[in-house]
């Protein structure tokens, strides 16, 4: 089966960074976009960033991510990362990524068909 494994979440002070990593087992992310989305407690799941499977093309939610975070991925790893920097505590989430079913990011929390198990990421002083 194919599935997606998030790594990389921890307890940062506030202005801290992190870099999220997500890799797959069962098949190669390659050919895939792929999205990180992040859920906080008492809110709905929220998109965050996508990448194309080439990188060519890269989207970020801007009243989230503000500048300050960046979505990379080496394929030749078979890793996509989201590197985040200038951490608020209003970045405390469970971070998730997920595969699409396609080559390009498209919509948002649509045609994603696989989601890993989440990593927790806490701001806090």
């Known amino acids: 089966q194919f599935q997606l494994v998030e790594s990389g979440g921890a307890l940062v002070q ?5 870099q999220l990593s997500c890799t797959s087992s069962g098949g190669t992310l390659a ?23 080439s990188s060519l093309t890269k989207k970020y939610v801007d009243s989230i991510v503000k500048g300050r975070f960046t979505i990379s991925r080496d394929n ?4 996509v990362y989201l590197q985040m920097d200038s951490l608020k505590p209003e970045d405390t989430a469970v971070y998730y990524c997920a595969k699409k079913q396609y080559s390009m990011c498209g919509p ?3 045609d994603f068909d ?12």
């Not at 506030?14 to 992190?18: A, F, I």
């Not at 050919?31 to 499977?53: E, H, L, T």
């Open 14 to 18: 506030p202005g801290g960074s992190l």
């Open 108 to 110: 948002w929390d649509v």
């Open 114 to 125: 696989t989601w890993g198990q989440g990593t927790q990421v806490t701001v806090s002083s």
């Open 76 to 79: 030749a790893k078979n890793m």
């Open 31 to 53: 050919p895939y976009a792929v999205a990180w989305f992040r859920k906080a407690p008492g809110k709905r799941r929220a998109p965050v960033a996508c990448i194309s499977d």
